[in-house]
């Protein structure tokens, strides 16, 4: 499956796309020309959509869905707009399954705070992986210690990967829901999700999948998944930042009930009763991020331009490259050896500290992730408390690998550890 990945030929100019696009990839650091790894917390916003951002700014701020003037009117279109593109763009059956959040961790608490609260009952089970994301632990805490459902977790196999056969041997009729990461943003591993809903299907359990480090790198196909909830972030797929998407099948957002009340989730408000709008406004209370969710949109146009496929063979392509010469590395470990990756290489030097890799390396122009990631359970599964982490994007190239592959020798002749 590899060979036949990497003998497919990008179409597309990947370097053309980055000097044009991204004149912060041309800016220095500490006086050397900036490397930036460190697209797993936040990707690079091209011009178009920064852009497109400025225009809303400078000439057509106004508030959405409230008011009868031409302004109120154009930036509801706009705004409104985005609905349509994530739709298509994630092949989800309807723009009302659609709704808007402000990122990953927002979504993830919608669900566990609407449909939690709805279907969660005392030693009801909720299924989560030990490579979960805080954001994807911590809601379903509060809401377990709520309802008095368990949590359960799928243990991590040494590789990196979800052990499939343990997961099999957890699910059961209580199972309510089953809630794991797409791509796991402290290992790379990319998680088998359609096998992982099917599963969960064949005992009633509804699934959400944690989006936010596979949107951005390959194409996301939420009706093949079939899974009950997606969700993912603006800005790791070259939008800004608070904002995101909770995509939710039909039916379950019909009976949801609303999460956060205030203006523009209602039907009717009266101090007797007040009725609710339907989904999926009946989520979105309040002013929105109006300009974040335009430019979510012009991300989705600038992406769908270059085409996710592409943009999986190029990441493909860099990431093989990055890894092959890291494994060359005297005295580096790598944290995780997944069977697919996705974006993010993480590793461990035997006796250097990943605060030290970190700061060494930005001295050298180079822009990684150190720490626990936010995923301190799967960094305590395997005795570490803290990786370097190098994240890809399609903009990233192999002279960027090089450039951390130096300095990662630079760290090891800093520290004599040869
Ligand atoms: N991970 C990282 O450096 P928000 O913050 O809501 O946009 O995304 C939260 C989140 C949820 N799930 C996964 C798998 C994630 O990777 C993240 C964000 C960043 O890895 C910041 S901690």
Same mark, same amino acid.
């Given at each position: 499956?590899?060979?036949?990945?990497?003998?497919?030929?990008?179409?597309?100019?990947?370097?053309?796309? =980055?000097?044009?696009?991204?004149?912060?990839?041309? =800016?220095?650091?500490?006086?050397?020309?900036?490397?930036?790894?460190?697209?797993?917390?936040?990707?690079?916003?091209?011009?178009?959509?920064?852009? =497109?951002?400025?225009?809303?700014?400078?000439?057509?701020?106004?508030?959405?869905?409230?008011?009868?003037?031409?302004?109120?009117?154009?930036?509801?279109?706009?705004?409104?707009?985005?609905?349509?593109?994530?739709?298509?763009?994630?092949?989800?059956?309807?723009?009302?399954?659609?709704?808007?959040?402000?990122?990953?961790?927002?979504?993830?608490?919608?669900?566990?705070?609407?449909? +939690?609260?709805?279907?969660?009952?005392?030693?009801?089970?909720?299924?989560?992986?030990?490579?979960?994301?805080?954001?994807?632990?911590?809601?379903?805490?509060?809401?377990?210690?709520?309802?008095?459902?368990?949590?359960?977790?799928?243990?991590?196999?040494?590789?990196?990967?979800?052990?499939?056969?343990?997961?099999?041997?957890?699910?059961?009729?209580? @199972?309510?829901?089953?809630?794991?990461?797409?791509?796991?943003?402290?290992?790379?591993?990319?998680?088998?999700?359609?096998?992982? @809903?099917?599963?969960?299907?064949?005992?009633?359990?509804?699934?959400?999948?944690?989006?936010?480090?596979?949107?951005?790198?390959? @194409?996301?196909?939420?009706?093949?998944?079939?899974?009950?909830?997606?969700?993912?972030?603006?800005?790791?797929?070259?939008?800004?930042?608070?904002?995101?998407?909770?995509?939710?099948?039909?039916?379950?957002?019909?009976?949801?009930?609303?999460?956060?009340?205030?203006?523009?989730?209602?039907?009717?408000?009266?101090?007797?009763?007040?009725?609710?709008?339907?989904?999926?406004?009946?989520?979105?209370?309040?002013?929105?991020?109006?300009?974040?969710?335009?430019?979510?949109?012009?991300?989705?146009?600038?992406?769908?331009?270059?085409?996710?496929?592409?943009?999986?063979? =190029?990441?493909?392509?860099?990431?093989?490259?990055?890894?092959?010469?890291?494994?060359?590395?005297?005295?580096?470990?790598?944290? +995780?050896?997944?069977?697919?990756?996705?974006?993010?290489?993480?590793?461990?030097?035997?006796?250097?500290?990943?605060?030290?890799?970190?700061?060494?390396?930005?001295?050298?122009?180079?822009?990684?992730?150190?720490?626990?990631?936010?995923?301190?359970?799967?960094?305590?599964?395997?005795?570490?408390?803290?990786?370097?982490?190098?994240?890809?994007?399609?903009?990233?190239?192999?002279?960027?690998?090089?450039?951390?592959?130096?300095?990662?020798?630079?760290?090891?002749?800093?520290?004599?550890?040869?």
């Amino acid at each position: 499956m590899k060979e036949a990945v990497q003998s497919i030929a990008t179409t597309v100019d990947f370097n053309r796309i =980055r000097s044009r696009d991204f004149p912060i990839l041309e =800016r220095e650091v500490n006086g050397k020309p900036l490397v930036y790894l460190d697209n797993a917390a936040s990707s690079q916003m091209p011009r178009q959509v920064a852009d =497109r951002l400025d225009r809303y700014h400078r000439m057509e701020h106004a508030n959405v869905h409230r008011g009868i003037h031409t302004l109120s009117q154009e930036a509801t279109d706009a705004y409104e707009a985005t609905r349509e593109k994530v739709k298509t763009f994630i092949n989800a059956g309807s723009t009302d399954e659609i709704i808007y959040t402000t990122g990953t961790t927002d979504s993830i608490n919608l669900v566990a705070n609407s449909f +939690g609260r709805l279907k969660f009952g005392k030693d009801d089970e909720i299924i989560l992986s030990q490579m979960e994301h805080h954001a994807n632990i911590v809601p379903w805490q509060m809401i377990a210690e709520q309802t008095g459902a368990v949590i359960k977790v799928i243990p991590v196999t040494d590789r990196g990967d979800i052990d499939m056969q343990a997961y099999k041997e957890l699910l059961s009729d209580k @199972t309510k829901l089953v809630a794991v990461v797409h791509v796991s943003n402290a290992l790379g591993t990319v998680n088998p999700v359609r096998e992982i @809903t099917e599963m969960a299907r064949q005992h009633g359990a509804a699934v959400l999948i944690d989006g936010a480090q596979a949107v951005p790198h390959q @194409t996301v196909d939420v009706q093949e998944i079939d899974c009950d909830f997606y969700a993912f972030s603006a800005h790791k797929m070259c939008g800004p930042t608070g904002f995101g998407i909770l995509y939710g099948k039909k039916e379950h957002l019909d009976a949801m009930p609303p999460y956060r009340g205030g203006g523009d989730m209602i039907d009717k408000v009266t101090f007797e009763k007040t009725t609710y709008n339907i989904a999926p406004f009946k989520f979105e209370a309040g002013t929105p991020p109006i300009a974040a969710g335009i430019g979510l949109g012009a991300a989705i146009d600038y992406l769908q331009e270059i085409g996710m496929d592409q943009i999986a063979l =190029r990441e493909q392509q860099v990431v093989d490259y990055a890894l092959s010469k890291i494994r060359d590395i005297n005295g580096i470990r790598l944290f +995780g050896e997944p069977e697919k990756r996705a974006s993010a290489i993480a590793f461990v030097f035997d006796q250097i500290h990943a605060h030290d890799v970190g700061t060494i390396l930005d001295k050298q122009g180079v822009a990684v992730r150190t720490g626990h990631h936010c995923a301190q359970p799967i960094l305590e599964r395997f005795g570490e408390s803290a990786t370097t982490r190098a994240s890809f994007s399609f903009y990233n190239n192999e002279e960027d690998a090089d450039r951390l592959v130096e300095g990662l020798n630079y760290v090891k002749e800093f520290f004599q550890t040869d």
